[in-house]
């Protein structure tokens, strides 16, 4: 007994699907497909924050000591700092 068509397509891994320029399906890989931008976590703990604003993480717990950078509060035991929060530190330094 063979397998049908059904289970054969289902057995293996398919190939990803694009759309090409006609907006019809075409399983090649396309040339021209959109680039995907790599995920950027939003929020950042304290050595990430550190490496991201180049200083070390004790400067980050000093800041967020001081109060100049908020602390972000998810109750996950870590502390985390939002990126936009670090951004905007950053760019108040830049006007000093």
């Known amino acids: 007994m063979t397998p049908d068509a059904q289970s054969v397509a289902c057995a293996r891994p398919?190939?990803?699907i694009y759309a090409n320029d006609d907006g019809q399906l075409d399983s090649r890989r396309a040339r021209?497909?959109?680039a995907i931008e790599p995920l950027v976590p939003r929020l950042l703990g304290v050595?990430?924050?550190g490496r991201y604003a180049g200083v070390?993480?004790?400067t980050i717990r000093s800041w967020i000591a001081?109060?100049?950078l908020r602390?972000?509060?998810l109750k996950l035991r870590?502390?985390?700092v939002d990126r936009a929060d670090l951004d905007?530190?950053?760019e108040r330094g830049k006007g000093a």
């Open 32 to 34: 021209n497909a959109p």
């Open 14 to 16: 398919c190939p990803p």
């Open 56 to 58: 070390s993480s004790w």
């Open 88 to 90: 905007a530190l950053i």
């Open 47 to 49: 050595e990430s924050a």
């Open 78 to 80: 870590r502390v985390l």
């Open 71 to 73: 602390q972000v509060d």
């Open 66 to 68: 001081s109060g100049r």
